[in-house]
């Protein structure tokens, strides 16, 4: 069974740029979670999809946004990005849900803004 | 406010001895906890677990221990390996929440 994928794995944007990051779920699993790790700071979470709809959402501000398509594919966007966003994002899926499932992650998208 | 807290950023064993990494949360409402293990240019990867109606569950070489009334978890390993050389994350969820909470994580060295 293939593990999660995220594509691009590298990414270099500039500063006032948008961004967008896709991610593919194991087959089977219709929970796509979204992470932010920066050094110091561990895993922030981002968001939570299920069957199209966000169930939960993290503190990060409005320029962070998500989307999961009917085929549990998952992609986020980061509009205006700012130096501060440079981190690798990671995906991560689960059959229903990552309170009750194993969640498994992606290799992430490193983000470089200049 | 981090509600997960892994208080050491880095942790060097020898090969054979016991690693003891550790975790704090503030959260009541978790019942959940789970350990990940990350090496460099890869995604986090699932190593254990512990519900909070459990002080201990054990797999292998790792083993959790869950303390609820200090809000602290461990995980400990032995044997100690080179291959365990990674950075280890704790994380929480509460039930229904469709989140977990992750801490900084530890970077564990083992050593020859």
């Known amino acids: 069974k293939a593990g999660v994928t995220q594509t691009p794995r590298y990414l270099i944007k500039t500063r006032g740029q948008q961004v967008t990051l896709s991610c593919s779920p194991i087959?089977?699993?219709?929970?796509v979670s979204w992470y932010q790790q920066t050094p110091g700071q561990g895993l922030q979470f981002l968001f939570e999809y299920f069957s199209e709809t966000q169930r939960n959402k993290g503190n990060f501000p409005g320029r962070f946004s998500g989307r999961q398509f009917s085929n549990s594919r998952s992609e986020m966007n980061v509009s205006t990005l700012e130096l501060g966003d440079s981190a690798l994002y990671l995906c991560a899926s689960s059959v229903t849900s990552p309170s009750t499932d194993t969640q498994y992650f992606g290799p992430g998208t490193r983000l470089t803004v200049l | 406010d981090q509600q997960v807290k892994q208080n050491s950023p880095s942790l060097s064993v020898q090969e054979g001895r016991i690693s003891i990494l550790n975790c704090d949360y503030t959260?009541?409402?978790?019942?959940?906890f789970l350990w990940y293990k990350k090496y460099p240019a890869e995604g986090p990867t699932f190593l254990i677990s512990i519900s909070s109606i459990k002080d201990k569950n054990e797999d292998g070489r790792f083993t959790v221990f869950l303390n609820k009334s200090a809000k602290h978890l461990s995980l400990h390993i032995v044997p100690s390996q080179p291959g365990d050389s990674a950075v280890y994350f704790c994380?929480?969820?509460?039930?229904?929440?469709?989140?977990?909470?992750f801490g900084t994580g530890t970077q564990l060295k083992v050593e020859l």
């Open positions: 959260n009541s409402m978790f019942d959940y």
């Open positions: 994380a929480a969820t509460a039930g229904g929440g469709n989140k977990l909470t």
């Open positions: 087959s089977g699993h219709r929970s």
